[in-house]
């Protein structure tokens, strides 16, 4: 459940009206309770009523969201700050105790602003403040304010340093064509962006989420300082070549042959990504959930041939990933198999969106091995296929002797004629018929 506005939180309060038996239950839902959102046009007025509504969540740990209500900001002219909103600013020094906390912003500025509201309030009030305690925190720069990230700025300066030493921390970065605009409106070079995340606060982190689309090794080079990241999501935002023109530069060729060690991370994500070309530079000997979503456009044909299964053996977790997830690329079925190829003991491998330019699973000669040969899966996710899936060469598994036994799930695009529709789960029903895998459809046949 998800954080409650004030309208969604009155509906909660109503339904405590309908008799004791619905109080009851919602005041004992403690989940209920624990986190809420509140808007740039909330006043100050609802802080009790705030305070009271996040402690009815008892010892459960709690979450502010702040929203604006809208993209931009005037406050550089004399209109007051979105960010220092009065509720917000005596919520986060005065409410309860928090554990997570997001913020969203309309530029830097704000930001600042929103530092200097807070730093007031530690002259007026005892510690520990709510904001002191915090262990996660997400924060947002607005996609549509124009705000040059690229004008040079001191790390002793950095909008990063007053950070409280959460263990789980997100940052939403702006697009670089809003980021580094030249005069024409365009997008200049954000290799130069500026982006300095203490070292002290990235070594105590948990969890990391970056969401950037900049070119460049910014992003490196806060990685190299991770090394007790367990939950690691990269963002590219659609970003194609995040690594254009770096290859020849002394630090990336050194990343390149000795790749930047995490030695903590379990789970690597990779969102919205053009290509895979960051995992050159990586290690993750922990690693045992990959999950990789790419951007819909044909990937790089370099990724699933080498990059991947490259990672995955400097890594030395060909023999001990649990899952991967791929979706929305277009691959080629060899390639894809030779990013599977090795890995023994995976339990669940899920392609969603995915168009595969030749057949997956193949088996040389009657009697042979499938290759590639996933002896541990338990589950197949094949999500969102389209009308070339008999690429998936699913016949083949028909018999996987020697394996685990497994469910298969299967679901279709539903971009076709209804008669195509039902074509393609009618000739899946046939092949149930016969095969060895537990098949599930998705709607259910
Ligand atoms: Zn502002």
């Not at 990241?229 to 050194?254: G, I």
């Not at 499938?370 to 296929?385: A, N």
Request: aromatic share 8%.
């Amino acid at each position: 459940m998800g954080a409650l506005d004030k309208y969604e939180r009155q509906v909660v309060s109503d339904l405590g009206l309908v008799c004791k038996g619905w109080r009851d239950a919602t005041l004992y839902t403690h989940r209920l309770w624990c986190a809420i959102t509140i808007s740039s046009t909330d006043r100050l007025s609802g802080h009790q009523k705030a305070t009271k509504w996040l402690e009815r969540s008892r010892s459960m740990p709690k979450t502010i969201e702040y929203h604006s209500l809208w993209n931009r900001c005037e406050c550089s002219g004399r209109q007051m700050c979105h960010s220092t909103n009065p509720l917000l600013i005596k919520l986060l020094s005065e409410g309860p105790l928090l554990h997570h906390f997001e913020l969203q912003v309309a530029r830097r500025e704000c930001f600042k602003n929103w530092i200097a509201a807070m730093g007031a309030t530690k002259k007026t009030h005892s510690f520990p403040r709510p904001w002191d305690s915090l262990r996660s925190f997400e924060l947002t720069f607005d996609n549509e304010e124009h705000d040059r990230w690229d004008q040079l700025e001191e790390p002793a300066q950095s909008i990063f340093n007053i950070l409280p030493p959460v263990t789980s921390l997100s940052i939403h970065l702006p697009p670089a064509d809003n980021a580094f605009p030249n005069l024409s409106g365009t997008e200049t070079d954000s290799r130069y962006g500026v982006l300095d995340i203490p070292r002290d606060l990235l070594i105590g982190l948990t969890t990391l989420t970056l969401s950037c689309d900049w070119k460049g090794t910014r992003l490196l080079a806060i990685l190299q300082h991770c090394t007790n990241v367990e939950t690691l999501s990269l963002d590219f935002n659609l970003q194609r070549f995040p690594f254009m023109h770096e290859h020849d530069y002394p630090f990336s060729k050194a990343l390149a042959n000795c790749p930047i060690l995490l030695p903590k991370t379990h789970t690597l994500r990779l969102s919205q990504a053009g290509t895979a070309e960051v995992l050159k530079y990586l290690q993750a000997p922990a690693l045992t959930h990959l999950h990789l979503e790419f951007s819909g456009s044909e990937i790089q044909i370099t990724d699933f041939e080498n990059t991947i299964p490259r990672f995955l053996r400097v890594s030395r977790a060909t023999g001990s990933l649990l899952t991967l997830h791929i979706s929305n690329a277009s691959i080629s079925g060899a390639h894809l198999r030779r990013s599977l190829s090795g890995l023994r003991s995976l339990k669940l491998l899920s392609l969603d969106h995915i168009e595969l330019r030749d057949t997956l699973f193949i088996r040389s000669a009657p009697g042979d091995a499938i290759h590639p040969h996933l002896p541990s899966v338990e589950h197949f996710k094949l999500l969102e296929l389209n009308s070339d899936y008999k690429s998936i060469g699913v016949a083949c598994l028909d018999e996987r002797r020697g394996c685990t036994p497994c469910i298969m799930t299967v679901s279709f695009q539903k971009k076709h004629s209804d008669y195509e529709y039902i074509q393609h789960y009618a000739s899946l029903f046939l092949w149930k018929e016969n095969a060895s895998i537990t098949l599930l459809t998705i709607p259910p046949i």
